[in-house]
């Protein structure tokens, strides 16, 4: 059997499987959907609720969103953090949405709560694949 | 949208607060117990920075 087939019934914690692959990419790239796809129904629609909330307050606020080269050190760590917000980010890009006003203290704000919007889709997608190989419920 | 630092740091608690509760517990009860918990330690964390904050300055 392939490392990546599916096994019917209860799987022995830490197994790797097809779920397990794919929960973690589709819950990084769509805030929630990693754990829709385990028929975790409410826990998916309140991490999509919060983290797209949070995502969105961001660019209202005027918050930055980083781009892949910043030039300097701390661009790059907040160009990691919002990387992790999946597909808000690559809209975001498209859309050229998160210029930053910086000389509003709530932007400044903004711009932290999109780094930390990605950073907890990333422990979203982490839990989903925690549930995909049977570590948690 | 321009909010206060307060009130910015209250929904930044209760969301972040809400994601602890669901991806570090297991069970529902456990969630919202931990949830509840992660969200009154960073708001009396943010009211006791803020004192600090306002010793320091004097």
Not at chain 1, 50 to 59: D, E, H, K, P, Y
Not at chain 2, 30 to 35: A, L, N, T
Request: glycine share 12%; aromatic share 12%; net charge positive.
């Amino acid at each position: 059997m392939s490392p990546f087939q599916s096994k019917a019934g209860s799987l022995p914690s830490g197994e790797v499987n097809t779920m397990s692959v794919l929960a973690p990419i589709v819950g990084w790239l769509v805030p929630g959907a990693g754990h829709f796809m385990q028929r975790r129904w409410i826990r998916g629609a309140l991490l999509m609720a919060s983290i797209v909330a949070m995502f969105v307050l961001g660019i209202l606020m005027q918050g930055k969103v980083y781009g892949i080269n910043g030039g300097d050190l701390l661009d790059m760590l907040g160009f990691v953090g919002d990387l992790g917000a999946g597909g808000l980010y690559f809209v975001t890009r498209a859309m050229d949405w998160g210029q930053g006003a910086i000389q509003l203290a709530s932007a400044d704000y903004g711009t932290k709560y999109i780094i930390v919007a990605g950073l907890l889709n990333v422990i979203g997608a982490v839990d989903a694949y925690d549930i995909a190989i049977g570590k948690k419920d | 949208m321009q909010l206060s630092h307060f009130s910015a740091a209250l929904i930044f608690a209760f969301f972040a607060s809400i994601v602890f509760g669901i991806t570090q517990r297991g069970n529902p009860r456990d969630m919202v117990r931990y949830g509840a918990y992660c969200f009154s330690l960073f708001v009396l964390c943010t009211i006791a920075a803020s004192w600090v904050m306002w010793v320091v300055k004097r």
